[in-house]
């Protein structure tokens, strides 16, 4: 029986070393990163943030086509003709032979009224611009909000894993110390069994919680496009900082929301970009004025005659050129007129879209909000759970060491106490959670 009472002592003491170099190998040392490293780590190195820069600069090189179109068009041409047979001469003159031609000319065109269609077409780009730009910071937001989201999931894994090192740590004293009372013969050997199966439970557990834990930093790893997550770490904020956040009520945060959130900031971009599309299309209505002008001059080689030196043909045949060219649309089938019946629709969905966002951030506040104000009186409750639960247990840990408990009873009272712990920090890390997103809502960062 005595060799037994060591073999059991060994495995419980083997089963505590196992499990502590788990959850230490679970923990690294190395350096711990905060929630701004995170986000900021996330925003600098994300794909979905690189490709929504790259549109941004994309309609900033169309913004910059459109600024410089009122410059003239120049272009120089060249050519090298040959005629055979019947052909025309340097003298201008017909003759039955064969004739080369070169030509060089420069040439020059300048807009000088469109219908204003280029000044509507430089304020949609500057529009596109914007629109962009927001739909930038709004690919930005929902990263850092998945971010902050697998930050809290993997603080909750950390908290949770200790409650389960604690239990653990309870259930291998009490697994000791009825070894101990066996050993006296205070107990029987079905005690230490039962107690020892409480034990193994307890470290299936918190190995459970140390693989959740793997998981979770993997999950937050891949949103930061890390490229290794072995020795990733983050910091444990106070309890305090996290009760700090207190937020503002609905209409407030909406209003603030209206003039910063970014989807609402791009629908309004993209409903002035409706309007100016509108006026543009109306520009093809009116007339067309462009000045043109250009200079050029002709080398002939005829064949049979005696031509002239390639200098002087060039010098005697230069000749320059200048007109007005006005436009005036009669009709085109309609198109002008369907262009702008399909921009003022653009411009109603835009609008529509609007009320929509609107409509969608105005739900999401006020849902946010009501839940936030919720898991706040829950801490209230679960913070007075635990401390009843505390309480509880210690007399329950009393009463099972004198002997006046069953193990029943002590497991009932120590699953209770976990169970108001775990509640009350996973309504602790909710209400942060809640409040960063409405302090996002309310006044987005400047990024």
């Given amino acids: 029986m005595f060799l037994n009472i060591l073999k059991s002592k060994g495995v419980v003491i083997s089963m505590i070393i196992s499990f502590c170099w788990l959850s230490s190998s679970a923990i690294p040392t190395a350096h711990k990163w905060t929630l701004e490293e995170c986000v900021d780590y996330a925003l600098q190195h994300s794909p979905e943030v ?144 039962q107690q020892r199966a409480t034990l193994q439970n307890s470290i299936a557990d918190a190995t459970e919680k140390v693989n959740q834990l793997s998981t979770d930093k993997l999950s937050l790893c891949q949103l930061m496009d890390l490229e290794t997550y072995d020795d990733f770490s983050i910091v444990k904020p106070k309890e305090e900082a996290l009760l700090l956040m207190m937020p503002d009520n609905v209409e407030s945060i909406f209003a603030d ?39 050029g001059t002709n080398y002939y080689r005829t064949n049979g005659l005696d031509n002239r030196p390639f200098g002087n043909q060039l010098k005697n045949n230069f000749c320059q050129e200048i007109q007005l060219q006005l436009t005036i649309p009669l009709f085109n089938r309609f198109e002008t007129r369907n262009s702008i019946r399909q921009a003022h629709i653009e411009k109603d969905r835009n609008e529509v879209l609007l009320k929509k966002a609107e409509d969608d951030i105005y739900h999401k506040i006020a849902q946010i909000h009501a839940r936030a104000m919720t898991t706040y009186a829950k801490i209230t409750s679960y913070t007075a759970a635990v401390n009843s639960n505390q309480e509880s247990f210690k007399l329950m840990t009393k009463k099972y060491e004198c002997g006046k408990a069953t193990l029943f009873e002590f497991d009932d009272s120590k699953v209770k106490l976990l169970e108001a712990e775990s509640n009350r920090l996973q309504a602790l890390l909710d209400y942060y959670y809640q409040c960063y997103l409405l302090k996002l809502y309310k006044n987005p960062r400047e990024i």
């Fill in 257 to 295: 929301a209206l003039n910063n959130y970014p989807t609402i900031q791009s629908q309004k971009a993209s409903i002035s970009s409706s309007e100016d599309k509108i006026k543009m299309c109306r520009s093809a209505l009116y007339p067309q004025l462009a000045l043109i002008g250009g200079i």
């Fill in 50 to 193: 690189r490709i929504q820069e790259l549109s941004v600069k994309s309609k900033n090189v169309d913004l910059n086509t459109e600024r410089n179109s009122w410059l003239p068009q120049i272009s120089a041409s060249t050519s090298q003709q040959y005629t055979f047979g019947r052909s025309l001469t340097y003298e201008n003159t017909y003759t039955d032979t064969n004739t080369g031609q070169t030509s060089i000319s420069l040439t020059g065109k300048m807009n000088l009224f469109d219908g204003f269609c280029s000044r509507y077409k430089r304020r949609m780009a500057k529009d596109l611009v914007l629109v962009e730009e927001h739909n930038l910071a709004d690919t930005k937001m929902t990263l850092i909000m998945n971010v902050v989201e697998a930050y809290l999931q993997v603080l909750m894994d950390m908290q949770l894993l200790e409650i389960s090192k604690r239990q653990v740590a309870i259930d291998s004293l009490q697994t000791l110390r009825l070894q101990g009372l066996l050993k006296h013969g205070k107990i029987s050997y079905v005690d230490v069994v």
